[in-house]
């Protein structure tokens, strides 16, 4: 995924601009960058790795060395940003949040007219970043070369520019991703996250529309570009990348989250002793089944974070089902001869909560039944970047499914979406059995999209669904 804040401030900018991307260290985990601009010294830029150590320490010394009234922030999952970019438009800042299906025809399409090359990134991928400032200078100004590449991105793009005016800030044109404003004496500032601002003394502005184009000053917001009527932003900021104190169209995650425990609970038939949520995502989820039911919430296993890096920050799955393996830690009281409803936000390719599972038999559980707190993932996401994996096959919907296709079985699935057909529960039943759960059942799409109160027209659920 990715995460981003810009401020631009009468005064001096940079402890704002810390902290604010600071803010948005759950988003990514390999990179994070820092661009400021003043009057007195131009601009200035720092990036970083921050694959084994957290944003603040790696910036600590950047943080008391830069100056600037305007800066914009990243924190990123693959490449490296912000990008400092000299054009006909002038010298500017860019960094972009989205994914891009089509890169390879745009290069191509680049390089017919005239672009002379790309710099390779050491996996041998093009900057995203990169590709989306050669697609803007395309165009005579800035705000036209924003539009220009958004609609020929296949995927998303959500895109900060920084010039000695003012920072343009570009929500992408479905409103996958969200771009929240805040404001205080003196400054204004925009951010993925819409708690990012709040103990840096902003309040909270309005959030951009879908496709909306605006030009951030200390003095205020200008729209350059009207919002557009269509928006599918992603459910899954709210099912798990979202911080539980962030909101999105004015739907808090945290109470969204309590939302879906409800809805789970409504629907279940399982008597268990205790209900826990795997840390920290499946957490709210759990509270709100708890409640809903009337059946103790506890935490059965504790999550050790103070030296332990993410759990999918290493690129070879192995060690990242190492690492997620050894931060949890169990409290063996509250586990031997319990009978366990465990929820997560989703499964993915299931590694992780099997060895869960296990880990929990091993400490003397009696039962583990898993509710996943969204309904099983069929598709790979398009929009964004969800997972680098390049295959559907990861999914351990998709690979049921295979193993069903080459016992001879037709798939359709549209049947294997809809939770009231036979198909369907013959897939989880798979899943529940090769991971070994107690018994397994999934969130409801219907029910998730209740708990979010948004229309469904206005959400995406692609990966759900296939629904574009």
Sequence with gaps: MGGFFAVAAKEDCVFDLFFGTDYHSHLGTRRAGMAVYSREKGYDRAIHNIENAPFRTKFDKDVNEMQGSLGIGCISDFEPQPLMV???????????????????????????????????????????????????NQKDNLVEGIRYAQEV??????????????????????????VSLGRKEGAYCASFESFAYLNL??????ELGPGEIVVVTPEG????????KDMKICTFLWIYYGYPSSSYEGISVEQMRYNC???????????PDIVAGVPDSGTAHAIGYANKSGIPFSRPFVKYTPTWPRSFMPTIQTQRNLIA???????????????????????????????????????GAKEVHVRPACPPLLFGCKYLNFSRSTSELDLITRRVLKELEQEGRKIDLKLYVDPDTPEYAEMVGHIEKQLNFT???YHRLDDMIESVGIDRNRLCTYCWDGRE
């Design 325 to 363: 393996k050894m931060k949890l830690i169990p409290v063996k009281d509250l586990i031997e001869g319990k009978r366990l409803l465990l929820i997560d936000d989703s499964i993915v390719r299931g590694t992780q909560l099997r060895e869960t599972t296990e880990f929990l038999y091993q400490s």
């Design 201 to 206: 003394g902003y309040t909270a502005d309005r």
């Design 439 to 441: 018994s397994l059942r």
């Design 86 to 136: 000299r054009s006909h438009h002038g010298t500017y800042a860019i960094t972009t949040v989205g994914k891009i299906n089509n890169s390879d025809k745009l290069i191509q399409d680049l390089f017919s007219k005239g672009h002379s090359h790309f710099l390779e990134m050491s996996g041998g991928d093009i900057n995203a970043t990169e590709l989306v400032a050669a697609i803007v």
């Design 221 to 228: 917001v200008k729209t350059l570009v009207q919002p557009g």
């Design 261 to 271: 425990g409800e809805k789970l609970a409504e629907r279940d038939n399982v008597q």
């Design 153 to 178: 991105i296949e995927g998303s793009m959500t895109i900060l520019i920084m010039t000695p005016k003012g920072i343009y800030a570009a929500r992408d044109l479905m409103g996958r991703t969200p």
